[in-house]
């Protein structure tokens, strides 16, 4: 199974941004789809982005297209979110997953990173 560990996370001012990482080890990293979910206190997780297995089909949650980018470099085992013009109701908790097949849901996912926080001041 594959380990997932995040980082990148901090506090940043609204209007500003951030790039997450996530660092994968263990089993071949381009054999799964990523996905990137949050979850602010109190809140249900949602999904964030998602990125296909070679990286040739993306998808973002409505919310953040145009603002945040997620990418993956399957040389470096690494799938980025690039998050820009952030708000301060996206302060949360973002985690990294993997999948079989890219998704949006997060019952899909079967291997989950420990999250890195995200706090958007105002």
């Known amino acids: 199974q594959v380990q997932l560990v995040e980082s990148g996370g901090g506090l940043v001012q609204a209007g500003g941004s951030l790039r997450l990482s996530c660092a994968a080890s263990?089993?071949?990293?381009?054999?799964?789809?990523m996905g990137w979910f949050r979850q602010a206190p109190g809140k249900e997780r949602e999904f964030v982005a998602a990125?296909?297995?070679?990286?040739?089909?993306?998808y973002h949650a409505d919310s953040v297209k145009g603002r945040f980018t997620i990418s993956r470099d399957n040389v470096e085992n690494t799938v980025y979110l690039q998050m820009n013009s952030l708000k301060p109701e996206e302060t949360a908790v973002y985690y990294c997953a993997a999948a079989q097949w890219v998704s949006r849901y997060d019952s899909q996912y079967n291997a989950w990173g420990q999250g890195t926080q995200v706090t958007v001041s105002s």
């Open positions: 263990g089993r071949t990293f381009s054999r799964y789809a």
């Open positions: 990125i296909a297995r070679s990286g040739d089909m993306t």
